[in-house]
């Protein structure tokens, strides 16, 4: 039954439509990636990642701005979005996908809890959706919630347009 899982239905879709994917990580940790890459033949539509944890990486490898980091901080829709198209033009991708967060347990406040996550997919053809999500658990719950997230964001956006 491997073709339920949502890393075999994203590669499915990029393939059926000639897409090549990348990704952008900090909370996760190269978990989207490694998801995607579990499947075989992935190659195919896989480009490659950048796990940017630290502002400093953000910024030098994804072209994250400090105006943005300062302004609204590494975990926002701002920082997700411009994560995400850093690494799309780096990758010269048709699809990139980016999440940033906090995975607890600790590093929360009380404007920006654990949990908080913002997600973003944007496209070689303009397309920019960026998520908020709010996850409960432990550390490993949310890198997982938002692994899942982002895959399910990435084949509803692929198979939309």
């Known amino acids: 039954m491997?073709?339920?899982?949502?890393?075999v239905q994203v590669g499915e879709s990029l393939l059926a439509r000639g897409l090549k994917?990348?990704?952008a990580e900090s909370c996760t940790g190269g978990l989207v990636m490694h998801r995607l890459t579990n499947v075989?033949?992935?190659?195919?539509?896989?480009?490659?990642?950048?796990?940017?944890?630290?502002?400093?990486?953000?910024?030098?490898?994804?072209?994250?701005?400090?105006l943005t980091l300062e302004t609204y901080?590494?975990?926002?829709?701002?920082?997700a979005e411009e994560m995400a198209r850093g690494a799309l033009n780096?990758?010269?991708?048709?699809?990139?996908?980016?999440v940033t967060g906090i995975?607890?347990?600790?590093?929360?406040?009380?404007?920006?809890?654990?949990?908080?996550?913002y997600l973003s997919v944007v496209t070689r053809t303009g397309l920019?959706?960026?998520?908020?999500?709010?996850w409960s658990g432990d550390r490993e719950a949310?890198?997982?919630?938002?692994?899942?997230?982002?895959l399910r964001t990435i084949l509803s956006v692929i198979q939309e347009s």
């Open 128 to 134: 920019q959706h960026v998520e908020r999500h709010l």
């Open 40 to 66: 075989p033949g992935s190659s195919s539509y896989v480009l490659g990642g950048i796990v940017a944890y630290a502002n400093e990486a953000k910024m030098a490898l994804l072209g994250v701005q400090l």
């Open 103 to 117: 995975a607890g347990p600790s590093g929360g406040s009380i404007d920006k809890p654990v949990g908080l996550t």
């Open 142 to 150: 949310i890198k997982s919630q938002s692994a899942d997230a982002a």
């Open 73 to 79: 901080g590494a975990v926002s829709a701002e920082t």
């Open 21 to 23: 994917v990348c990704s």
């Open 90 to 98: 780096r990758f010269n991708a048709d699809v990139a996908v980016s």
């Open 2 to 7: 491997a073709e339920t899982y949502l890393e």
